[in-house]
Structures are given as C-alpha cells and as structure tokens.
C-alpha cells in the first residue's frame, strides 16, 4: 500500500533506510526485552507497534520508536513488583495519559522540563543499566536493588578469578563489546551495517561453532509470549502502580519529546508537531499495554540512523516495522542462538551513551548550578527510585531557578551631605528579604535616605510589607522622610521622588 502512494525516488531512499534502521533496532529490542526481564519477542513486539502505529502516525516524520534503553530499569522494577501482567495495566494507562495530555495540546511543555533533570535521570538509568548488565556479562544475575547492583560488583571479580564460566562468558562479553567500539570508528560507508548486529552476530556464531558453556536467549515463540489483555485494572488502587505509571508517563514522554527536538536538527523535513507526537507515542504504548509488551519511547539511535541512512519519508519507519514482523513470525528460533553476555555488552555500550560525558564539562564551565541538579538526580536515582530521583531533580531544578531568579542588588552611596543614596534593582522576594533588610539596617538611624526603586522588576508581598516597616522605622528614630524614587506610569518615562509620609 505504500508503493502507489509514493514516487519511486522516495520509495528507494526509504526503502533501504528502512533496512538500517531494522538492523539498528533488531539487537536492541532484543536486548532490551531480555535485560526487562520479559521475554525477548516483546521487545519485538514493541518495535513492530512502534513501526506500524506509531510510524502511520502524525507527529515527527523521521523519529523511529520502539524499547528504549531509557526504561529498562523502570520496566525490570515494574515485572519484579507487579509481573508481566501489571507490567501491561501500566503501559496501558501511561498510553492513555500520553493521548490525554497531546490532546489538551500539553506536548510542548514536556520541553520545559530541565534540561538537567533530563540528563540526570538518563544518567541514573545509564548506571543502573552498565552496573546491572556487568553481571550479566559475568554469567550471573543483577541484583534487583539498585544500590545491590554495586556493592554485589567485589563478589563479582572474585567469581571471575575462580569460575572458567564466568571468564569464558567475560571473554565472549568483551570480544562483543570492542567489535562494538572498533565499529564506530571505521568509515561511514563500511558502518552501514550497525555494529551491534555485526558483534552480536559474531558472537553467536563462535559460541555456537565452538559449543562454547554460555547462557543464550530462551525462546517462548512470538504467539507463546504475546498475552493480549485488556489489563488488570484493580491494580490501579495501589499508590504504587499511580507512581510508576506516572514515572512512565513522564519519562516516556521527555524522552521521545527531547528525542524529537534532536533529531529535527538533524534534517531538513518537516519540524515536529509535539502534541501530535504526544499522542502518536500514547497511542503506541496504549496497543503495547494490550498487548502485553515492552513500553515504547522515540528513540534517538534508530531515529538518527533513520537520518543518516537517507530516508525522506516516514515510510521508513513503518517498513522497518514490516521487517521486524517478518523476522519475529519467521525466524524467531534465530533468537535462541544469541548468547546472554553479547546482549549485555550491547546493553553496558548503550548504557555509557545514556551518561552526558561531554555535557558535564560544558555545564560546570557555565552553568555550576545544573551539574549540581543532574548529579542529586541521578544519585537520587541511584539510591531510591526512579519516581523518587526525577521528584528530586524537579524540586532542586524550580528552587534553582527561584533563587537564580530572585536576585537583588542594593547599593549604599553615602556622599556625607545630604541623603544617603540606596539603589534596590532586581526582583525583590522574599528568598532575598534578609540581604535587604541587613543592608538598610545597617543605615545610620539619624540620617535622610533617598531610596532609590526604579531598578526594581518585581517586589513580592513579604518585600513591600518589610520595606514599608523599615520605612516607618525610620521616618521615627530619625525624625526625616524617606525619599523614594519610583519610576512613573509607562506614559512617562521621567523618574519621580516622592514621600514616604504621602
């Protein structure tokens, strides 16, 4: 149906763009389902929705979604807390929220949240994820705590030293992992087959020619691990089940939202309609709920391959959804065949791409009181929550930017004769009322002041209330009027002194 309905020069540049793209996200849903904890066809499931709903629908033309790395230790904590079943009551719910919030045209200001908090919380994650798959790379089981996955790391070296296993499954790991790196850095035209499916890949074939003693993928089959359920809506009074379904929401949402700002500067097409886009993701997450697979993001891997890859049109996206279903009904037995430490390695490699290595650096040159933001977050993150750690970023992000906000200068010129000169200029809160009052308590009682306003943007209640009684205070105790100099009406421009006594 997409043939007629496009002209064929279009049609050849999607075309094979949506073979890359396939190959990009075959891996990673894969993995991604695996390191959830659910079974490896529900990532494909995942990325089929994200192809053949999502891609139809309006929003951004060149974003791709599927599973995100970004969600998987919110989704492994969701099946260990709820199995597999609430897992698809959740998704479900955060789908609707996300059509609700398009269509009362909220998008756009998923976008207000800071930048900070973003980056914090993909760091969190990013953490979690290389800490947990370690494990996995070693032949063992992440713990499930999130501080567990690190102080369980010590124990973890000492089994490497004592286990032929755990060696021979690092070896297959880290072979997977340097394919991985090595890849990046080659020629763009030789990095048209992704170098997660060409390590994974190799992986599997030496671990099978050589019969080598590692864990694989177990295969369910794609109709045995689909349970279609209208989900189970009395978990929805559980407080637990409403804050990670709004930690879904809310993560799934920024991350698909900032994943759409990115990839628009990466093209020269249509820029993205952000309540559109809203809903297109709610909508995905909403057929994945039912389903009973993975939740869905936009993902900014698959979206810049997309790019690069040269695609016009959002056929790209839904054809490699149509690939992603021919794999997972025909060839599913192809899954048992790739070891556990391979998918790992592909995990811990995206995992050290969550982490703002390079932003870090920027922000303390600049802007010190971010990184502080970012860090709390993603130590909140690491240490509780994912629910907990973005409530931490948020609330540290609005006191940043209220203190920030809040400045004030007073300035004292004290000429000897006549009036001390005090100049107020800023935005007068009451964040800032004591460097006010310590400032004009520190006037000479006896004195006239001329108290100059008219640099003044903003004085909230608590400031006019406490400069009206220092005013008073000390039109008594120095038996002179206060001279306020405030600017005139907009009409006039001119400055005007005025009494305090009027």
């Known amino acids: 149906m997409l043939a007629p309905a496009l002209p064929w020069r279009t049609l050849r540049a999607d075309l094979p763009a949506s073979l890359v793209v ?16 659910v079974p490896a066809e529900l ?6 929705v994200g192809g053949l709903v999502v891609g139809f629908m309006p929003g951004s033309s060149m974003q791709v979604s599927g599973p995100a790395a970004g969600l998987t230790v919110l989704v492994a904590e969701a099946v260990d807390r709820y199995g597999l079943a609430g897992l698809g009551t959740i998704v479900l719910v955060a789908g609707l929220l996300q059509v609700g919030l398009g269509l009362l045209r909220l998008g756009r200001w998923f976008r207000a949240i800071s930048v900070a908090v973003v980056q914090g919380m993909l760091a969190g994650i990013g953490l979690l994820l290389i800490a947990g798959q370690l494990h996995v790379l070693a032949g063992g089981t992440a713990p499930h705590s999130g501080p567990g996955k690190f102080t369980a790391l010590p124990g973890l070296a000492g089994d490497l030293v004592t286990s032929t296993t755990a060696q021979l499954s690092v070896a297959v790991g880290g072979a ?60 929805l009074a559980d407080l637990g089940v409403l804050a990670t379904i ?13 994943g759409a700002a990115a990839v628009d500067r990466l093209h020269q097409g249509p820029r993205t309609d952000f309540d559109r886009e809203l809903v297109a ?73 969550l982490l703002p290595l390079r932003a870090v650096p920027e922000l303390w040159r600049g802007h010190r009181g971010e990184v502080v933001v970012l860090t709390a977050t993603a130590g909140a993150i690491l240490t509780t929550d994912m629910f907990v750690g973005v409530l931490v970023g948020l609330g540290l992000a609005i006191v940043k930017t209220a203190w920030e906000t809040s400045h004030v200068r007073v300035t004292v010129r004290d000429g000897r004769a006549g009036p001390i000169d005090v100049a107020i200029s800023g935005n007068a809160t009451f964040l800032r009322l004591p460097t006010i009052l310590t400032t004009l308590n520190g006037l000479p009682v006896d004195r006239a002041v001329r108290l100059d306003l008219r640099g003044l943007r903003h004085v909230d209640l608590a400031c006019r209330s406490a400069l009206d009684s220092w005013i008073e205070t000390h039109n008594r105790n120095a038996g002179v009027s206060v001279q306020i100099v405030a600017p005139r009406p907009a009409e006039d421009d001119r400055p005007r002194t005025v009494d305090a006594s009027e």
């Not at 869905?296 to 890859?309: D, E, G, K």
């Not at 695609?311 to 690939?323: C, D, E, Y």
């Open 22 to 37: 396939f190959l990009v996200a075959l891996p990673l849903c894969v993995g991604i389902a695996v390191a959830s904890g």
């Open 43 to 48: 990532g494909l499931v995942t990325g089929v």
């Open 176 to 235: 997977t992992l340097v394919t991985m790196v090595f890849w990046d850095a080659l020629p763009g035209q030789l990095r048209t087959v992704p170098g997660a499916l060409v390590a994974v890949v190799g992986a599997a074939g030496v671990t099978a020619a050589l019969r080598l003693p590692v864990d694989t993928i177990r295969v369910e089959g794609l109709i045995e691990a689909v349970r279609p359920s209208l989900g189970d809506l009395g978990t």
């Open 246 to 258: 709004a930690t879904f929401t809310l993560v799934a949402s920024a991350e698909s939202l900032f």
């Open 281 to 353: 993701q709610g909508a995905g997450n909403t057929v994945c709920g039912l389903l009973g697979a993975l939740p869905m993001t936009a993902v900014i891997v698959r979206s810049s391959a997309n790019v690069r890859a040269g695609a016009r049109t959002k056929a790209s996206r839904v054809l490699h959804g149509v690939w992603l279903l021919l794999f997972a009904a025909a060839a599913p037995g192809l899954l048992g065949l790739i070891p556990l430490p391979a998918l790992a390695a592909v995990l811990v490699h995206a995992g050290v791409k």
